[in-house]
C-alpha cells in the first residue's frame, strides 16, 4: 500500500499500564509493539497519545466509593465505564512500552487530564465536545488520511477512528497492530460501528515490510 505526504500513522496508548504486568493491563497488549515498529518505518509522519489521567480521576472506581471497576455509572456528561486506577501522571504506568522506539514522532497528544472527564478517542473528550486539538493540527499540517494501532482497539482506538471519520478524515485501523479489552461485546459493538463510519480495516502485511 502505498504512503503519501497526507497520511499520518496515530499510534494509541502504548503505555506501561494498559501492557502486560500494568494496573489495565489490556491481553498480549505488548504484542503491538513489533507491528507497530515495522509500521513505523513506511510512515513520514506519526503522531503518539498518552493517556495521562491526576489522582483521583473521575473514571476510577477508586474514586467512587462503594463502586469496582468495569462497572458504569453516570457522570454529567453520560454513562462512564469505571476503571482501575491507571496512567496517572509522572508515573511508571504512564510511561511508553520500553520498546516503543519511535524518536521521530512529530507529536505527543496527553488525552484524560481533566479531572472530570475521560477521554478515549484521541480527538475528543468523553463529553464529545472538549477537543484535545489534534483536529486542528493534523488539518494544519495537511494530512487526509490516519492509520491508528495501538491500545485498546475496541476502546481508545476504536472511538479515535471514528471521530476521525466523523472530522472528515480517512481512517484506517490496522486490526494485527492492536489488541482488545472485549468487555461485555465492545469488539462487535465498535466493528459495527466502523462499519456504519466508512472506517477501515487492514492488516499490517497490506503496507509490505
Known sequence: MPINDREVFLVIDVQNDFCPGGALAV????????????LARRFAHI???QDWHPIGHASFAASHPGRQPYETIELAYGA??????????????????S?????????IVRKGFRQQI??????FENDRATPTGLAGYLRERGFTRVFLAGLAYDF????????????????CVVRDACRAIDLNGSVAAMEAQFGEAGVEIAASDTFGR
Do not use: K, M, N
Request: aromatic share 10%; net charge negative; proline share 6%.
Open 118 to 123: 475521560d477521554s478515549y478517542s484521541a480527538f
Open 47 to 49: 503522531v503518539l497519545t
Open 99 to 107: 520498546a516503543l522506539d519511535l524518536p521521530q514522532a512529530e507529536l
Open 80 to 97: 462512564q465505564t469505571l476503571w482501575p486506577v491507571h496512567c496517572v501522571q509522572a508515573s511508571r504506568g504512564a510511561e511508553f512500552h
Open 27 to 38: 491481553p498480549q497488549g505488548d504484542e503491538v509493539v513489533a507491528p507497530i515498529l515495522r
Open 156 to 171: 481508545c482506538v476504536g472511538y479515535s477512528a471514528l471521530d476521525a471519520r466523523r472530522l472528515g478524515f480517512e481512517a
